[in-house]
């Protein structure tokens, strides 16, 4: 286990389901940093649902975010929520760049919490190469704000070279912060490499906090390792971006952060909650 004295149940922070269907119609380009990593191969051929909750089971991960995306579709989240609804919290995913304009992803995310109860509306900016401060977003935010759920939002670089990772400079989340001050925004990816600016932002507004898919613990930056440990301890979410990283690699080297056991709490369960409106 990552931590020592654990007692208290893990939430993940983000991950996503990775059915062969979705699989199959993704770019190969999507492709390029799988194929660097060990798993690179199942990833291409896509993961059973089943598969997720046997390795959460195994890294003593008891429930996680599992959100939709410009890739992932809302079913499979759906499906996902349905299947496992002890363990798996729904983020949905809506593109208001249709020909019909905005509206209709309003009313989609409207009836995804309303039928389904999820919590929250993941956006990965680099994938339509959309800033996320354009105004085509705001109708989404002030639904999200409306419906008291959550924004969680890809910040810093990208992993694929051929997206650019202009749309996740942290100075965005600033100034969404300040245009909702009520509602809840999760940074994802540590804002590396403007790891600095994220952390500013995130102490700024009490409406923001950070979290670490996509990172291994030993490759934390040191600043945010220090956020984490004092002023930003109710700021930072403990999550893997499964299945881009296993469990097992997300969870290795938690210990050797030496974090204290209420920020340990706070980092793998209490800051999920407060920033996903979970109950407790």
């Excluded at 995310?109 to 929250?120: D, I, P, Q």
């Excluded at 900016?125 to 008291?148: G, N, S």
Aim: charged content about 20%; proline content about 9%.
């Amino acid at each position: 286990m990552p931590v020592t004295s654990q007692d208290f149940p893990i939430i993940d922070g983000w991950v996503q389901p990775w059915p062969a269907d979705a699989v199959a119609k993704m770019p190969a380009r999507n492709f390029t940093l799988a194929d660097r990593m060990e798993h690179g191969a199942r990833m291409r051929a896509g993961i059973p649902l089943q598969t997720m909750i046997e390795e959460m089971d195994a890294a003593g991960i008891d429930k996680a975010i599992c959100s939709a995306g410009p890739l992932i579709p809302n079913e499979a989240v759906v499906e996902a929520i349905q299947r496992y609804p002890d363990r798996l919290i729904g983020m949905a995913a809506v593109s208001p760049w249709s020909p019909d304009g905005v509206m209709p992803a309003v009313h989609t995310l409207r009836a995804l919490v309303g039928e389904y109860g999820f919590k929250g509306l993941k956006l990965e900016p680099f994938i339509l190469d959309k800033v996320p401060t354009e105004a085509q977003w705001y109708p989404l935010y002030a639904a999200c704000d409306d419906l008291d759920i959550t924004v969680q939002i890809q910040v810093g670089g990208t992993g694929p070279s051929t997206y650019t990772s202009e749309t996740g400079r942290p100075g965005h989340i600033d100034r969404l912060a300040i245009d909702f001050p009520g509602l809840r925004l999760v940074a994802g990816h540590i804002g590396w490499p403007w790891t600095d600016e994220m952390i500013a932002v995130a102490a700024k507004h009490p409406n923001v906090w950070i979290d670490t898919s996509a990172h291994l613990p030993k490759y934390y930056p040191p600043q945010f390792k220090h956020f984490l440990r004092t002023y930003g301890r109710r700021k930072c979410i403990w999550a893997s971006d499964w299945p881009i990283l296993t469990f097992e690699a997300a969870l290795d080297g938690l210990a050797e952060l030496d974090l204290k056991p209420e920020v340990q709490r706070l980092f793998m369960h209490d800051n999920a909650v407060a920033a996903f409106a979970l109950k407790p």
